[in-house]
């Protein structure tokens, strides 16, 4: 089967002390086998929400009002939290941000990774720990350090443990959030290589979630751009770059500066991300938006192919 | 500055709307309105016939022995016919008073070395740690005893002294604990760079932040202040030339009164626990209040 | 010669910072870390120097010796001509004046009771210097318009954008000389990231000041700087004109860097160079 992952007109929010807040918004995209998805945006653009949908791993307040998560030919969003725990790690797992969190201090960084394994895989301990010395060879760490307490790893590494957790029980989708904002420039550049590496290689895949474009340049062969919760764009990477169509990503794109080419002005976009308690009944870019028209105001544009493969949600340029 | 004032202002009714939402403050301070009624009830009780209803001196001459309540005497009197209501009004007094100097005096004097001890650190915190350590191992029953010796009378200035002393280094455990913790956040090194000096910095920035925390120790401070001197009074130790409700509990003790007379024995127990306890709940009701602010950000 | 005079407003000559490492319990000798080791450096007025590197390499204990946090293990910090690095805590008051600092997280350099008129005040009454017209001024300078609707807010009002540029008027309300940024905007959305960036940019010229940017981001420090300075593990291993240190870098470590850093660029292609460090 081609594709692997659908998202069908996803909503979610969040219940707060001061009412609903409307986080993820009829959200639609797919991924095909083999692909890098990289999902994009700024705090609060619910990408991390989205990727928490996926895994189902809400919080007690937040809960999907609509739309269909269809992975592997089955729509999870009606499943159980017992059928969902069958399915993350196996089949869709994910890399978590700061990761220095998900790593229990009391316990051998080996011993959390083999917890897993025979948790979800009818298999002995002793089959799962050289399971797991493969997949720190896999990662580019030692196996001898298995033996050791996730204070004595460096950030480098606990990052990289953390991948291979994730990849433990051989999931066929995988889901990187951040994976690498707290980590310096040169372990990132080896991280994001061996995630590379890794995803090609056992052909899964796989969501990039970052505010990084730079970042998601290099991963992904496919890039969402979202913003107050709605998907705005989506293309190829390449096509995103060469013409980007909706104001916010030409905007994104020209607020990152870089040490290649000539030296361009960073053109800043005005105004705040809006307040998602009481979201603009229009396009949600509305107040900051230099091409704005009454239309953008009163109606959310809808998500549509405008070329081949390139989606849009913007009344403009459609 | 009138908009500095408007502000102050508004603040104030945001504070004054998280109070009134909350449960235990209102029980707590519906209870404390109680017994300041009561305190200010006293003198006027008082009033009606000072001859029978002084707490210290009244009697009452028709009276022989302890009598159950009456019209006359709504809590009936002790043995020697003493109104055991204007007794237990009095206490009332006694008790706020003593209750709110205590902690308003610990809190001011913990808050402070608190503040000093974190802030500067090293030998300052090692002296001011190593006194507010030696103070809590001093128990509190000998050192009054002691101290009353050597101002040769019992008075409830020497229990509030002692009261006050011996809560403080609590206080300023606490508060020492956040200065450390605060010290370190970039809005003070900020207030270092600018050149802002170091008692300014304690007086302005440090000490509004350790308020909240503060404030619930006042409270819970009085609950304690008033446990211990009802038990000091009841003990003996408390001011013969005063009632308190302590006081109240070790006379009917002492006369042998506790099984045969429940209208003496119960109400000083009672109003003890139940102010006691309405302290402790706006305490917790500050708490409260407290937290889920810095938690919603 | 007033410090306005100087051409070069900054001059460190060899400094270094120890931090004593805890002693074994019967060892004789004290380890130290060298967190700063032997650095020297100038910058001229006008100028902003990148100071780049990855955490732990001693970039943002430089910014704070400069600023008088910290008290230096040796070495000279020369600010507008005069040596503050051995000055003792009440003679820097004075020094205080013509040094400020703007702090990496929006959300923990202002203090959360007090209002934004108090928080810029605060540095103004220090130097009595109190004026509310350079309050006002401030606020307008740095874009929050108008002044009198940002006065009397509190920090958890304003996004994280308008706190930085309350930061920035803070440092600038007593007109010092000379400004380390320590990473302003590291921990800002990228939107709002530019705006904050060109506002530093346009107040540097308006203002002729001197500033030392430390960051981890090279593209930001290319974007922002004259001259980049790179420090790894305590030590300056290169400095020279940004430009020319983005594209010839010299240095193996700067070289490695250069090449880590990612380009919002799909079709660019990098040469990867491996530091045999720490890795495994």
Known sequence: ?318 | MKEIENKKASQIRQIWGLVRKSTFIKLGVSIMILFGIMAVFSPIWININPEIYDPIIGVDPNVHGSVGPSLKHPLGTDDIGKDLFSQLLRGSQVAFMLGMMVSVFSTIIGAAIGLIAGYYGKIWDTLLMRLADIILTLPRLPLLIVISGIFGTQSNWIILLILSLTFWPIISRVIRAQTLSLRERPFIESAKVSGVSNTRIIVKHLAPNVLPIAFYYLTVTVTGAILVEAGLSFLGFGDPSNMSWGMMLQWCFVKGYVFKAPYWMIPPGLCISLLAFSFYLIGVGLEEMVNPRLKKR | MSPGDLMEMLNIEHLTKLFPLKKKLFSRDQQYVHAVDDISFKIEKGKILGLVGESGCGKTTTAKLLVRLLKPTSGKIYIGGEDIAGLKEENLKKFRKNIQMIFQDPYESLNPRLTIHSTIAEPLIAQVLYDLEKIHDALEVVGLKPPEGFLFRYPHELSGGQRQRVAIARALVIDPIFVVADEPTSMLDVSIRAGVLNLMLALRKSFDLTVLFVTHDLAVARYMCDDIAVMHNGKLVEIGNAEEVIRNPKHSYTKALLSAVPIPDPRAKRERIKIREEVV
């Open chain 1, 1 to 318: 089967m081609d594709t692997v992952l659908e998202i069908k007109n996803l909503g979610m929010s969040y219940e707060t002390t001061e009412g609903s807040v409307s986080a993820v918004d009829n959200v639609s995209f797919r991924i095909m086998n083999g692909e890098a998805m990289g999902l994009v945006g700024e705090s609060g653009c619910g990408k991390t929400s989205l990727g928490m949908c996926i895994m189902k791993l809400l919080p007690e307040n937040a809960k999907i009002t609509n739309g269909e998560i269809i992975f592997d030919g089955e729509d999870i969003v009606p499943k159980t939290e017992d059928e969902m725990r069958m399915i993350r790690w196996k089949g869709v797992s994910m890399i978590f941000q700061a990761a220095m969190n998900a790593l229990n201090p009391v316990y051998k960084v080996g011993d959390q990774i083999i917890e897993a394994i025979v948790a979800h895989d009818k298999i002995k301990k002793e089959e799962a720990r050289e399971k797991v010395r493969d997949l720190y060879r896999l990662v580019g760490l030692s196996p001898e350090r298995m033996e050791n307490y996730p204070h004595e790893y460096s950030g480098g590494m606990r990052q990289r443990a953390i991948i291979a957790m994730a990849l433990a029980c051989d999931p066929k989708f995988i889901i990187a959030d951040e994976p690498t904002t707290a980590l310096d420039v040169i372990v990132q550049d080896e991280i994001i290589d061996e995630i590379k590496n890794i995803q090609k290689k056992l052909n899964m895949i796989m969501m990039y979630i970052s505010h990084d474009i730079s970042v998601i340049a290099e991963t992904c062969d496919k890039i969402g751009v979202m913003y107050a919760g709605n998907f705005i764009e989506y293309a190829d990477t390449f096509a995103l770059f060469d013409n980007p169509l909706h104001p916010y990503t030409k905007a994104l794109m020209s607020s990152f500066p870089s040490i290649e080419g000539p030296k361009k002005e960073l053109k800043p976009v005005p105004g705040e991300p809006p307040n998602l308690l009481n979201p603009p009944r229009g396009c949600r870019f509305y107040p900051r938006c230099s091409y704005a028209e009454e239309i953008c105001r009163k109606e959310r544009p809808e998500f549509v192919e405008s070329e081949s493969g390139h989606f849009l949600a913007c009344h403009r340029v459609i």
